[in-house]
């Protein structure tokens, strides 16, 4: 199994944005179901967005309208989870995952504050 790497977390001001990445060399984004999932301390991991090999997405609720998973088609090197007009309630660490796996990577922390 792939272990990501997650990156592009960081400190933002609500209503401020974040670009995240999810990489891993030599993985091929195009033919995976990548998803997103985040976790605060002390609670279950949460489900955030999901893209299938043809493109579609699908959102959790809370962040529908504000959130946008895309690969990176050229290179296909990467996933990216755009997220825009942040809220506190983003705060948490946001890992990738490939569907099926159990191995999660580091994470990246993101932290919404003012």
């Known amino acids: 199994q792939v272990e990501f790497v997650e990156s592009g977390g960081g400190l933002v001001r609500p209503g401020g944005s974040l670009r995240l990445s999810c990489a891993a060399p030599?993985?091929?984004?195009?033919?995976?179901?990548m998803s997103w999932y985040r976790q605060v301390p002390g609670q279950a991991r949460e489900w955030v967005a999901t893209?299938?090999?043809?493109?579609?997405?699908?959102y959790t609720d809370s962040v529908k309208g504000r959130f946008t998973l895309y690969r990176d088609v050229a290179s296909n090197t990467a996933v990216y989870l755009q997220m825009d007009n942040l809220k506190p309630e983003d705060t948490a660490v946001y890992y990738c995952?490939?569907?099926?796996?159990?191995?999660w990577g580091q994470g990246t922390q993101v932290t919404v504050s003012s």
């Open positions: 995952q490939e569907y099926g796996s159990t191995t």
């Open positions: 030599g993985f091929a984004f195009s033919e995976a179901i």
């Open positions: 893209i299938v090999p043809g493109g579609d997405t699908r």
